[in-house]
């Protein structure tokens, strides 16, 4: 019988759980769980006779598709899917999957969030600044970041976008100012918020040339992924600015030093929690139960990555 793991480190919604299982077990296979395991070893040991995994942001390395002789599909129930070796995944005829769009909303709202407490002082009750009538700009235009700008024109932000994967008229469709310019982007927003994906062309890619066309004032708020900062340009900016602030759900590895230096011009929270909702988890580990059979039954491959 076909064997469905789901394997998350940080456990989805007790409800959402639940739902995946009775989804697995109504197509007729096994679903077992390995929440909250502590080091590499575990997964590959639960690994051994599963032909298929759900995950959030684990570790899918060549170790553990070593470790599943059996394993066919992996999916992975969010949008990233940087977090699994795509190249040892094909060499081993594995599939892998995302489920776009899933959790997108909730992360969308985390990012407004984050934007309303950093204005607000975080809530340490002196007197903030408001969203309403500033310009906020999305550093990529896809399913969170389109979220992001219906939210944030809800608040009555002047919202602009850049994203050279989508045409200006989708972005404008959504009354959203298409800006074909990062750099433009960067100097003429109060803040930015990123949704880029970490790949080889983005990692690292936002440092201190870019940071460095911020207006004065301006916020960048990363609800993407840390590897996109280069974080030594990112201290260098902060030293050269004295009103710039960072807010992030993915601390940067040098957080501790941005905050003694920097003190509240920059927060992270201390987990990623843009997905963590029970809405967001229950959507996008449902959409991964689905998938799975989808493939396994009917070969249907939508939403393959590699
Ligand atoms: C994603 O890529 O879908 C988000 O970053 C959520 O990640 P998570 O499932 O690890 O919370």
């Given at each position: 019988?076909?064997?469905?793991?789901?394997?998350?480190?940080?456990?989805?919604?007790?409800?959402?759980?639940?739902?995946?299982?009775?989804?697995?077990?109504?197509?007729?296979?096994?679903?077992?769980?390995?929440?909250?395991?502590?080091?590499?070893?575990?997964?590959?040991?639960?690994?051994?006779?599963?032909?298929?995994?759900?995950?959030?942001?684990?570790?899918?390395?060549?170790?553990?598709m070593?470790?599943a002789p059996h394993l066919k599909i992996?999916?992975?129930?969010?949008?990233?899917?940087?977090?699994?070796?795509?190249?040892s995944a094909t060499a081993h005829k594995v599939v892998v999957?995302?489920?776009?769009?899933?959790?997108?909303?909730?992360?969308?709202?985390?990012?407004?969030?984050?934007?309303?407490?950093?204005?607000?002082?975080?809530?340490?009750?002196?007197?903030?600044?408001?969203?309403?009538?500033?310009?906020?700009?999305?550093?990529?235009?896809?399913?969170?970041?389109?979220?992001?700008?219906?939210?944030?024109?809800?608040?009555?932000?002047?919202?602009?976008?850049?994203?050279?994967?989508?045409?200006?008229?989708?972005?404008?469709?959504?009354?959203?100012?298409?800006?074909?310019?990062?750099?433009?982007?960067?100097?003429?927003?109060?803040?930015?918020?990123?949704?880029?994906?970490?790949?080889?062309?983005?990692?690292?890619?936002?440092?201190?040339?870019?940071?460095?066309?911020?207006?004065?004032?301006?916020?960048?708020?990363?609800?993407?992924?840390?590897?996109?900062?280069?974080?030594?340009?990112?201290?260098?900016?902060?030293?050269?600015?004295?009103?710039?602030?960072?807010?992030?759900?993915?601390?940067?590895?040098?957080?501790?030093?941005?905050?003694?230096?920097?003190?509240?011009?920059?927060?992270?929270?201390?987990?990623?929690?843009?997905?963590?909702?029970?809405?967001?988890?229950?959507?996008?580990?449902?959409?991964?139960?689905?998938?799975?059979?989808?493939?396994?039954?009917?070969?249907?491959?939508?939403?393959?990555?590699n």
């Amino acid at each position: 019988m076909t064997k469905v793991l789901v394997a998350t480190d940080k456990p989805f919604a007790a409800g959402a759980a639940k739902q995946i299982k009775a989804v697995i077990e109504e197509a007729g296979f096994t679903c077992a769980f390995l929440e909250k395991y502590t080091s590499p070893q575990e997964l590959i040991l639960a690994v051994a006779d599963v032909e298929a995994i759900i995950i959030r942001s684990d570790l899918i390395t060549k170790e553990v598709m070593d470790a599943a002789p059996h394993l066919k599909i992996v999916v992975r129930a969010g949008a990233g899917y940087d977090n699994v070796d795509l190249q040892s995944a094909t060499a081993h005829k594995v599939v892998v999957m995302n489920t776009p769009g899933q959790n997108s909303n909730a992360v969308a709202e985390l990012a407004l969030g984050m934007m309303v407490y950093q204005a607000r002082n975080q809530f340490n009750g002196t007197s903030g600044t408001e969203l309403f009538g500033k310009k906020l700009g999305i550093h990529a235009y896809g399913n969170v970041g389109k979220h992001v700008a219906r939210i944030a024109r809800g608040f009555g932000m002047e919202v602009s976008a850049f994203d050279p994967f989508v045409s200006k008229t989708a972005i404008e469709a959504d009354g959203v100012t298409a800006i074909d310019n990062v750099d433009e982007l960067y100097s003429t927003c109060d803040y930015i918020s990123l949704h880029i994906p970490a790949n080889a062309s983005t990692k690292q890619s936002i440092g201190f040339d870019l940071l460095s066309k911020t207006k004065k004032g301006a916020m960048l708020v990363n609800t993407a992924r840390k590897e996109v900062i280069d974080e030594a340009g990112l201290l260098k900016w902060f030293e050269t600015s004295d009103s710039f602030k960072y807010v992030s759900d993915v601390a940067p590895d040098n957080y501790d030093l941005l905050k003694e230096k920097f003190g509240s011009r920059c927060f992270c929270t201390p987990k990623k929690m843009g997905a963590q909702t029970s809405e967001a988890n229950n959507n996008a580990g449902v959409a991964a139960a689905r998938q799975i059979i989808g493939f396994i039954k009917q070969d249907d491959t939508t939403y393959q990555v590699n």
